[in-house]
């Protein structure tokens, strides 16, 4: 019964409106150009530029040679563009897959175990509650020192406690169904039951959680690049407007600025039309 239903789901999941999909390519595309980065940029990210009379080329429009123009530091915007969404997708996606792996974990043990197990994870989970996500994070990255592997585990110690939250209270549902009953009668133990019998009727609430996980991580490594905490050996996105800002580049030209801007918002974005599909899977009353 629990496997017909997770063939069921997945075919949901393959089964993508317009909006899924084209999110779904928007991540390809992302994955494709991060991927193959280092043969499609025209410069190395921290080339600094000059123009033909010698002259650094600092804030030259988009023409010729520099598609996107340069920035205030003579570094081409574009070459930039496309290194830096290699660190906002390993950001994305690694934070999403930790966050969610230990956030499901412990929703599951609580939600199946109950009484004072779930009583103690949810006490930490409330306490994890508690705590500013941004300002923590800044404070943990500053204190570890800025790096994607720092950036990545920072945002992950926080993010699993929504996580928890939803797959506890799935749990809690999924456990009182017959074919679980069944399988405790059978003598089947509670670590068979939680991954063989629950966890692949929540596979659309993990994945919607992942896909969202995916967002918040992305928006989360652009802020701590903007704020300046970034890894200072990798371009990124947030790293691009730190720059732009702290030189006044804001004001002066638009392409250091409005580039990246434009790939974070699609990032996201695209985060979320496949995050859209995942919970119309997760619960059909959504399909408006």
């Not at 992950?156 to 169904?177: F, N, Y």
């Given at each position: 019964m629990?496997?017909r239903?997770?063939?069921?789901?997945?075919?949901?999941?393959?089964a993508?409106?317009?909006?899924?999909?084209?999110g779904?390519?928007v991540l390809?595309?992302?994955?494709?150009?991060?991927?193959?980065?280092?043969?499609?940029?025209?410069?190395?990210?921290?080339?600094?530029?000059?123009?033909?009379?010698?002259?650094?080329?600092?804030?030259?429009?988009?023409?010729?040679?520099?598609w996107?123009?340069t920035?205030?530091?003579?570094?081409?915007?574009?070459?930039?563009?496309?290194?830096?969404?290699?660190?906002?997708?390993m950001?994305?996606?690694?934070?999403?897959?930790?966050?969610?792996?230990l956030g499901?974990?412990?929703?599951?043990?609580?939600?199946?175990?109950?009484?004072?197990?779930?009583?103690?994870?949810?006490?930490?989970?409330?306490?994890?509650f508690?705590?500013?996500?941004?300002?923590?994070?800044?404070?943990l990255?500053?204190?570890?020192?800025?790096s994607?592997?720092?950036?990545?585990?920072?945002?992950?110690?926080?993010q699993w406690?929504?996580?928890?939250?939803v797959?506890r209270?799935?749990?809690?549902?999924v456990?009182?169904?017959?074919?679980?009953?069944?399988?405790q009668?059978?003598?089947?133990s509670?670590?068979?039951?939680v991954?063989?019998?629950?966890?692949?009727?929540?596979l659309p609430?993990?994945?919607?959680?992942?896909?969202?996980?995916?967002?918040?991580a992305?928006?989360?490594?652009?802020?701590?690049?903007?704020?300046?905490?970034g890894?200072?050996?990798r371009v990124s996105?947030g790293?691009?407007l730190h720059?732009?800002?702290?030189?006044?580049?804001?004001?002066?030209?638009?392409?250091?600025?409005?580039?990246?801007?434009?790939?974070?918002?699609l990032?996201?974005?695209?985060?979320f039309?496949?995050?859209?599909?995942y919970?119309?899977?997760?619960?059909?009353?959504?399909?408006?």
């Amino acid at each position: 019964m629990p496997e017909r239903t997770f063939f069921r789901r997945t075919n949901d999941l393959l089964a993508l409106g317009w909006g899924g999909s084209i999110g779904a390519a928007v991540l390809l595309a992302f994955i494709v150009v991060a991927v193959m980065a280092p043969w499609v940029a025209p410069f190395d990210p921290f080339d600094v530029n000059y123009l033909p009379d010698g002259k650094l080329a600092r804030l030259s429009p988009p023409e010729g040679q520099f598609w996107l123009g340069t920035s205030y530091y003579g570094r081409d915007v574009l070459s930039q563009l496309i290194h830096g969404a290699r660190v906002s997708l390993m950001v994305g996606l690694a934070a999403a897959a930790i966050t969610v792996a230990l956030g499901a974990n412990i929703g599951l043990w609580a939600g199946y175990a109950g009484g004072r197990v779930d009583a103690i994870l949810m006490r930490i989970t409330d306490i994890a509650f508690g705590i500013p996500f941004l300002p923590f994070t800044v404070l943990l990255v500053a204190l570890l020192s800025p790096s994607v592997w720092n950036i990545i585990l920072t945002i992950s110690v926080l993010q699993w406690r929504s996580v928890a939250r939803v797959i506890r209270a799935q749990t809690l549902t999924v456990k009182t169904r017959p074919y679980v009953r069944a399988a405790q009668v059978a003598g089947a133990s509670g670590m068979r039951i939680v991954y063989r019998h629950i966890l692949p009727n929540l596979l659309p609430i993990i994945l919607l959680n992942i896909a969202f996980g995916v967002a918040y991580a992305v928006l989360a490594e652009a802020s701590i690049g903007f704020l300046g905490f970034g890894d200072p050996m990798r371009v990124s996105w947030g790293g691009m407007l730190h720059d732009a800002y702290i030189t006044g580049s804001l004001s002066r030209a638009w392409w250091p600025v409005v580039p990246p801007g434009i790939c974070i918002s699609l990032l996201v974005l695209s985060a979320f039309l496949v995050a859209r599909e995942y919970e119309r899977a997760a619960d059909p009353r959504h399909n408006v």
